[in-house]
């Protein structure tokens, strides 16, 4: 079997994937696609995903570069790569080099705001800045474990240990957090380099901190040029290059659950692991002894701000509504007051009985990304869209739901949410014990769920945070920070040369 390069596409052209399965070449792929392009299918779905070469090369020469820099680090002592680490976070407390970066972020803001996108992960505000400023710093005064003995194993005249070592070039696709620079950095101290791609919406504001205060502190602090390396690029398709290379020692996706999911099964395909960081959305179940000021107080600081780990479902026992439901809406009332904006809650048809028709009546500003909406501050929803995440941006949103059990719960939660964060709110320690063995989620807890968190709960800047949506994790929490992305070597010190099997 002979095989040549695609050079061109017909509108209607057939191409196979998922080993039976066909697609069609649509009128407006057929007409973009130039020599030197590149298709991925996606076998899962099939998604036609077009890399035009400029694309291509831009990623494959910036992992490139990465490899080059994975190579020479091993040469690099790790007071260097610590003092990397305070460098850049001194560049990014220093008013007169931030003066640059927020400008640009002040720019890309204003973007997104005039095309009606959100801009709550996108500020980089001084809460923001502090946080990135602090987790350099925590990465930089971290011990090294570069190289460190996991076991030492003696036989009859010679000795094997096995060594941590640098896993190589991570690849990062992330959301336009500007924050996330920060996080991707901490893969340098198990001694790994990362080649990353931020989303569109932040390619300016990553652009100026490469520029002013990342880049400067590579070079101040001895560091190979490529150890970081940003993709400059606001296409969709470098991100789907950079994930088919198959040099990458592991892939890390984080952003909205439709995309993570197209990117790892790009990763897949091309034999990368991956570590996907997508659909979020937490619960809170009130158990049979639930104390209703602790429900009401949780459910309000669950909803300080729209990420991955704020509330997004609450059950309710039917027995005790009349109680609690009035306090659920109380906290999430003081969530919205607490952002100046109205609340907004999906009631399911289970539990519309059990709120006020106030809720129901006329219309209320309600925050969007796009600007107000005047909406009711409740809507009825289906039961079966319990796992439905709300991207919600000024106004806290949630989605109500009445259970007869907490076992009934607890199996809600199991088939319909993504599997992440779930808290009980019971004063009963059997009842929580019982939720602990049976609640399918990486992250259980009694309060509120925007405990979960790496630099917030460990003490570690996170590269991100794992549902459970696609199974449980091998080897390791749903926290993937720096510090744990490497491989184990193993070493032989022979003393006895005569030593033979």
């Given amino acids: 079997m002979s095989t040549s390069e695609l050079r061109q596409l017909n509108a209607g052209q057939a191409l196979v994937f998922g080993g039976n399965q066909v697609v069609n070449v649509s009128d407006e792929l057929a007409e973009a696609f130039q020599p030197g392009d590149r298709l991925v299918i996606v076998n899962d779905t099939g998604d036609v995903l077009h890399i035009p070469e400029?694309?291509?090369?831009?990623?494959?020469?910036?992992?490139?570069?990465?490899?080059?820099?994975?190579?020479?680090?091993?040469?690099?002592?790790?007071?260097?790569i610590s003092r990397f680490f305070e460098l850049f976070a001194n560049r990014l407390a220093d008013d007169a080099c931030f003066a640059a970066i927020a400008e640009a972020n002040q720019a890309d803001v204003a973007a997104a705001k005039a095309a009606g996108r959100s801009t709550t992960r996108l500020e980089l505000g001084p809460s923001m800045r502090a946080d990135m400023i602090s987790g350099l710093r925590m990465w930089a005064s971290v011990a090294s474990k570069r190289d460190k003995v996991v076991e030492s194993?003696?036989?009859?005249?010679?000795?094997?240990?096995?060594r941590r070592a640098g896993l190589g070039v991570v690849g990062f696709v992330f959301e336009g957090r500007p924050n996330v620079f920060a996080d991707a950095c901490g893969v340098l101290r198990s001694g790994n380099t990362v080649a990353f791609r931020i989303g569109s919406a932040a390619l300016g504001t990553a652009r100026a901190i490469v520029s002013h205060a990342?880049?400067?502190?590579?070079?101040?602090?001895?560091l190979p040029a490529g150890s970081v390396s940003l993709i400059e690029s606001a296409t969709h398709a470098a991100g789907w290059a950079l994930f088919s290379d198959p040099r990458l020692a592991l892939a890390i996706a984080r952003g909205s659950g439709a995309a993570v999911a197209q990117l790892g099964a790009v990763a897949?395909?091309?034999?990368?692991p991956i570590s996907l960081h997508g659909t979020g959305g937490g619960w809170i179940i009130a158990g049979e002894a639930c104390d209703a000021d602790r429900l009401e107080e949780v459910v309000a600081s669950s909803l300080d701000r729209k990420v991955c780990n704020t509330l997004n479902t609450c059950c309710i026992l039917r027995s005790d509504t009349e109680r609690l439901v009035p306090r659920v809406l109380a906290g999430l009332s003081s969530a919205a007051t607490s952002r100046s904006t109205n609340p907004k809650v999906w009631v399911t048809d289970e539990a519309a009985a059990y709120v006020d028709a106030a809720w129901f009546a006329g219309t209320t500003p309600i925050s969007r990304a796009e600007g107000e909406s005047l909406e009711p501050m409740a809507e009825r929803i289906s039961a079966d869209e319990l796992g439905r995440e709300w991207e919600w941006e000024g106004s806290p949103e949630i989605t109500l739901h009445v259970v007869e059990t907490v076992e009934e719960a607890v199996e809600l939660f199991n088939v319909h949410s993504p599997r992440f964060v779930a808290s009980l709110i019971s004063n009963d320690q059997q009842e929580q014990d019982w939720f602990w063995r049976s609640v399918d989620a990486p992250f259980v807890g009694?309060?509120?769920?925007?405990?979960?968190?790496?630099?917030?709960?460990?003490?570690?800047?996170?590269?991100?945070?794992?549902?459970?949506a696609n199974g449980r994790l091998f080897g390791r929490g749903g926290v993937l920070s720096g510090d744990s992305v490497f491989t184990v070597r193993s070493r032989v010190y022979q003393a006895d040369p005569s030593t033979r099997r």
């Fill in 446 to 468: 009694d309060g509120f769920t925007r405990w979960v968190d790496g630099q917030y709960a460990l003490n570690q800047p996170e590269l991100g945070l794992s549902n459970w």
């Fill in 54 to 80: 400029a694309e291509w090369e831009l990623a494959t020469t910036t992992v490139t570069h990465a490899y080059q820099a994975f190579l020479e680090l091993g040469s690099v002592d790790d007071e260097a």
């Fill in 214 to 222: 990342l880049g400067p502190a590579l070079d101040e602090a001895g």
């Fill in 268 to 272: 897949r395909q091309a034999g990368i």
């Fill in 153 to 162: 194993i003696e036989h009859d005249g010679w000795r094997l240990e096995q």
